[in-house]
């Protein structure tokens, strides 16, 4: 018994009679509840409340219409240009020198030069 009197008295052993203090707990609540309320009315204010305050800020207009007589002549004449552009030779920068080729003279170059433009074979 007398051990255990020992323990009770001893300031190393005892433990401490509150862990939570309330007021700090309660101000930290408050200041969080505070913070939610002004950003409540922040995104209130931020944000029209009608449908009209929206037509009145839109500014984009609608695409005109553009209605196809004959959708599919449109597109056998969307693939014939394409084809005429891959499959012709035309200035892309005239002061640079530079060409274009058409795509099947292009892989033919690349299959014999090479990827990184040395012939095949050398190292």
Do not use: C
């Amino acid at each position: 018994m007398a051990d255990l009197e020992r323990v009770e008295d001893n300031p190393d052993t005892a433990y401490e009679q509150s862990d939570w203090h309330i007021g700090a707990t309660g101000l930290a609540y408050l200041g969080i509840f505070v913070i939610l309320v002004i950003a409540a009315f922040v995104i209130i204010a931020a944000f029209p409340r009608t449908v009209s305050d929206v037509s009145r800020r839109l500014t984009v207009e609608p695409a005109q219409p553009r209605l196809q007589t004959n959708p599919s002549e449109d597109l056998a004449q969307f693939r014939v240009d394409e084809d005429k552009q891959l499959n012709s030779y035309y200035w892309v920068d005239k002061q640079k020198g530079i060409v274009h080729i058409p795509i099947e003279e292009a892989m033919k170059r690349v299959a014999a030069e090479g990827i990184d433009g040395f012939p095949r074979g050398q190292p």
